[in-house]
């Protein structure tokens, strides 16, 4: 059974940081390309950011010099370390894995969580 399992979200006051853990099972999560997204209620789901197999990153403008994706192999185990947090942060960040880089950052994903929420408040 394929599985991707969030942990990590919660409520935090602006400035403040969190980590996010996707921990996948069920496929050979190593082979794969990981990301995080997010969305708000009533929005697109956007992309956050992006690491591939070799560890090559990609991070949307409003992520970068803040957020850090890392991963873990052995562990499979995906992180976000969310820095200076801002308001406009809170939203629900999904985990995915997808086989295909280029599309990746459109949202073409092959696995996804279940989501775990941030809550940033001023």
């Known amino acids: 059974q394929v599985q991707l399992v969030e942990s990590g979200g919660g409520s935090v006051q602006a400035g403040g940081s969190l980590r996010l853990s996707c921990t996948a099972s069920?496929?050979?999560?190593?082979?794969?390309?990981m990301g995080w997204f997010r969305q708000v209620l009533g929005n697109g789901r956007e992309g956050v950011a992006l690491?591939?197999?070799?560890?090559?990153?990609r991070y949307s403008d409003s992520a970068k010099g803040r957020f850090t994706i890392s991963r873990d192999n052995a562990k499979n185990t995906l992180y976000l370390q969310m820095n200076s947090l801002k308001p406009e942060d809170t939203a629900m960040y999904y985990c995915a894995a997808g086989s295909q880089w280029s599309n990746f950052w459109n949202g073409d994903a092959t696995y996804w969580g279940q989501g775990t929420q941030v809550i940033v408040s001023a």
């Open positions: 690491i591939d197999i070799m560890g090559s990153t």
């Open positions: 069920g496929f050979p999560a190593s082979r794969f390309n």
